[in-house]
């Protein structure tokens, strides 16, 4: 261990002392961004970049289970990526299948997958299914992994559940269009369920969205942090506690 190290590993043991876990956020989305640029930097490919981001995942859940996070949504793939070419995308599922895989024998985890199934190869889904059947009956974190996921995609898909389950039901559109309210379409999202994140983190020092739990985070905190997804450090996550600890929170009151 290294001095730089050592500072950090004390500077964390210290953060986290005064962390006040009542005031820790149930639910924390994560956007995992930067992976090809920290590739880029230590001057590795866009593969390994990958490799490392989803290494890092396991890691990042121990964190949260430390400090009594309930649900944890990862955004892996989003529905904008199936743009980028074959030879990317190709071994980009597959580090997510062995990812998701290794999340269910772990069996710390709940898997839950959020997302559009119909646009993931056949063998991407039967992983996705088969982690989230296997895990059910586990007590520990909820882990969303989204997987083909748009914010945009999913209030669509919700908008269409609703008014397909209407349908079944022999509902006329006038008495469809009567009904439908805020807590009506949270019935039939991704996360139907679950509480909304308390807290956002996206890494790599983008600040936006890109369209990530669109609906579910209108009253969420938002933590930008500048280092890549590969390079998160405890002391990092630790740090974006303290500051949504330290916000008053007021949903529009």
């Given at each position: 261990?290294?001095?730089?190290?050592?500072?950090?590993?004390?500077?964390?043991?210290?953060?986290?002392?005064?962390?006040?876990?009542?005031?820790?956020?149930?639910?924390?989305?994560?956007?995992?961004?930067?992976?090809?640029?920290?590739?880029?930097?230590?001057?590795?490919?866009?593969?390994?970049?990958?490799?490392?981001?989803?290494?890092?995942?396991?890691?990042?859940?121990?964190?949260?289970?430390?400090?009594?996070?309930?649900?944890?949504?990862?955004?892996?793939?989003s529905?904008?990526?199936?743009?980028r070419?074959?030879?990317?995308?190709?071994?980009?599922?597959?580090?997510?299948?062995?990812?998701?895989?290794?999340?269910?024998?772990?069996?710390?985890?709940?898997?839950?997958h959020?997302?559009?199934?119909?646009l993931?190869?056949?063998?991407?889904?039967?992983?996705?299914?088969?982690?989230?059947?296997?895990?059910?009956?586990?007590?520990?974190?909820?882990?969303?992994?989204?997987?083909?996921?748009?914010?945009?995609?999913?209030?669509?898909?919700?908008?269409?559940?609703?008014?397909?389950?209407?349908?079944?039901?022999?509902?006329?559109?006038?008495?469809?269009?009567?009904?439908?309210?805020?807590?009506?379409?949270?019935?039939?999202?991704?996360?139907?369920?679950q509480?909304?994140?308390?807290?956002?983190?996206?890494?790599?020092?983008?600040?936006?969205?890109?369209?990530?739990?669109?609906?579910?985070?209108?009253?969420?905190?938002?933590y930008?942090?500048?280092?890549?997804?590969?390079?998160?450090?405890k002391?990092?996550?630790?740090?974006?506690?303290?500051?949504?600890?330290?916000?008053?929170?007021?949903?529009?009151?």
């Amino acid at each position: 261990m290294n001095l730089r190290d050592l500072v950090y590993g004390l500077y964390a043991r210290r953060v986290e002392g005064r962390l006040d876990h009542d005031q820790v956020p149930k639910h924390i989305g994560v956007i995992l961004d930067g992976n090809r640029r920290w590739a880029k930097a230590s001057g590795g490919t866009t593969e390994q970049g990958h490799q490392a981001g989803a290494y890092k995942i396991e890691e990042f859940l121990g964190w949260c289970a430390e400090t009594d996070v309930e649900v944890v949504t990862l955004w892996m793939l989003s529905t904008d990526n199936f743009d980028r070419p074959e030879r990317e995308l190709i071994p980009l599922l597959g580090i997510i299948e062995d990812t998701v895989r290794s999340l269910a024998t772990d069996g710390r985890w709940r898997v839950h997958h959020v997302g559009t199934m119909d646009l993931l190869p056949d063998r991407t889904q039967a992983v996705l299914k088969e982690a989230e059947q296997a895990t059910h009956a586990n007590k520990g974190i909820l882990v969303n992994v989204a997987v083909g996921y748009g914010g945009r995609q999913e209030i669509a898909d919700a908008v269409r559940s609703l008014i397909l389950d209407h349908a079944d039901k022999g509902t006329s559109l006038e008495d469809v269009a009567e009904s439908v309210d805020v807590d009506l379409i949270s019935k039939h999202l991704y996360t139907r369920g679950q509480p909304d994140p308390d807290l956002v983190i996206r890494t790599s020092g983008e600040q936006r969205l890109s369209g990530f739990m669109l609906w579910q985070s209108a009253h969420s905190e938002y933590y930008f942090c500048e280092v890549f997804w590969p390079a998160f450090r405890k002391v990092d996550f630790l740090r974006a506690l303290r500051d949504y600890a330290a916000r008053h929170r007021r949903y529009g009151g």
